[in-house]
């Protein structure tokens, strides 16, 4: 009994958090505001086994209507934009990694957003930049990260 308590206790800290879910809604709002492209959660790309961002943006003309009788297992289009949001139990190190991959695959650019600190890693073929509680602007998409995390960053409760 045990066993079991512990490997669900394990599968429940490396779903997705609700700070994680909640950030990834406010980016895909403010996306969608911009009326010029598609996010696409959870999306599996055609990369090795399949890499799944939290968010895939492609503009509108880019990402075809969805075929209800045949779905797309692993999509081959990369992404302009792919965004990853961090959750308490994935490593960063590990995510900075999977945006090179996407880089390497085809995606233009890609967003690491670790919401404790309020920070927003960048990364492209010109390499990784780091910035904190901003807007971000990639491929013609804009982000106001203050509106997501708030203007100032507080460790109180």
Excluded at 8 to 30: A, F, V, W
Excluded at 57 to 78: C, G, H, T, W
Excluded at 129 to 139: A, Q, R
Aim: aromatic share 8%; proline share 6%.
């Amino acid at each position: 009994m045990i066993a079991v308590e512990e490997t669900t206790e394990e599968i429940i800290n490396e779903m997705p958090t609700y700070n994680h879910s909640y950030i990834c809604l406010e980016i895909i709002i403010q996306i969608l505001a911009l009326q010029k492209f598609r996010p696409l959660p959870e999306l599996t790309l055609n990369i090795g086994k399949g890499i799944t961002p939290d968010i895939s943006v492609y503009p509108i003309e880019l990402a075809p209507q969805p075929n209800f009788f045949s779905d797309i297992i692993r999509y081959d289009k990369m992404p302009h934009l792919a965004i990853e949001v961090v959750s308490p139990s994935q490593n960063i190190q590990d995510l900075l990694e999977k945006a090179q991959m996407l880089i390497e695959a085809g995606a233009k650019t890609v967003w690491t957003v670790e919401p404790f600190s309020h920070s927003i890693w960048v990364t492209n073929e010109e390499g990784t930049k780091l910035f904190h509680n901003t807007t971000i602007e990639s491929e013609g998409i804009t982000v106001d990260f203050q509106k997501i995390f708030g203007s100032d960053i507080s460790l109180s409760a």
